[in-house]
């Protein structure tokens, strides 16, 4: 395979594949490496049932990645992108989609800009809670989305709040002909959370999407959790689909424990003057304040 010189320099190593990887450009015309491609992640749907989480510190991505995580999902500010490069740069190997906020596309064209922003800057994809019409018009600029159905918790109002979906006949072919919509607007996968499992068991037969649940059971080629649910990075409680792999939440109470006896140690020592002692202070040269003192009369 020839050589391409890149913008910076930088090109990927020739044994990326023996590695399992996949060498790609970016849309902002970098060269990388990736474990997955969409293509690769199309692939997968009915032969392996794939991980996916979303990161919230460049910790969590670099050890998500190193774990062997599938796929990432990462929130996206336009405005403020700088975490999101963060863990970008800290997981580069791991397919990410960008989730963009819903409010900060209004039209089409600003949809296809946000597409644009999130993946020149590293996304390989960006995941959405928008309109079918907004997702054919990033599709067909290029641009891979994710959608999502099911509960849609920033539109949840039209479903009845926070609760489970797809409970009655009449909800469950509203899920399905809004995954069916996005299919047809080229998406390549659906969120779709908190619906019965053997309603998306059914659903995922009869979509080309790739479809991540969460909450949702058994029936998604892709198994999503929040970092924080993994990891346990809150205490209870917690909602009924998740699951506390770690009890992170533990340690940061004695970590917070730690912060406070120190700095009570550190009021009390300077309080009795047992802080600074000797090892912590600079002796000037005998001789020096005398000359000092005299110097200033």
Not at 240 to 245: P, V
Not at 270 to 279: C, I, L, M, T
Request: hydrophobic share 40%; charged share 25%.
């Amino acid at each position: 395979m020839a050589s391409h010189a890149t913008g910076d320099g930088n090109i990927p190593s020739r044994d990326a594949n023996n590695k399992g990887l996949k060498r790609i450009m970016t849309v902002g015309g970098k060269y990388g490496t990736r474990n997955y491609t969409v293509k690769d992640l199309r692939d997968q749907k009915g032969v392996n049932t794939l991980t996916e989480t979303v990161p919230f510190s460049i910790e969590e991505a670099s050890a998500a990645e190193e774990a062997g995580i599938d796929t990432m999902k990462v929130r996206f500010d336009p405005k403020n992108p700088e975490l999101a490069i963060a863990i970008r740069n800290a997981a580069p190997n791991t397919f990410m989609a960008f989730s963009c906020p819903l409010i900060a596309a209004a039209t089409k064209d600003e949809a296809v800009r946000l597409g644009y922003q999130a993946m020149e800057i590293g996304a390989d994809a960006v995941m959405t809670q928008w309109s079918p019409e907004f997702i054919e018009a990033a599709t067909k600029a290029g641009i891979p989305v994710q959608g999502h159905a099911g509960l849609v918790p920033r539109k949840s109002t039209w479903t009845g709040g926070l609760k489970a979906v797809g409970k009655t006949l009449k909800e469950a072919l509203w899920i399905y002909n809004q995954i069916k919509n996005f299919e047809n607007a080229g998406a390549y996968a659906v969120e779709v959370e908190v619906i019965p499992e053997n309603l998306l068991i059914e659903i995922s037969k009869k979509t080309s999407l790739l479809t991540s649940s969460i909450g949702a059971g058994k029936g998604g080629d892709i198994q999503f959790l929040f970092a924080d649910d993994i990891l346990g990075n809150n205490g209870p409680p917690y909602v009924r689909h998740s699951k506390q792999y770690k009890n992170l939440y533990k340690l940061k109470q004695k970590m917070q424990l730690e912060r406070i006896d120190g700095f009570k140690q550190f009021i009390n020592e300077v309080k009795s003057g047992a802080f600074p002692s000797k090892e912590h202070i600079i002796s000037s040269p005998e001789g020096l304040i005398e000359d000092f003192l005299n110097k200033i009369k």
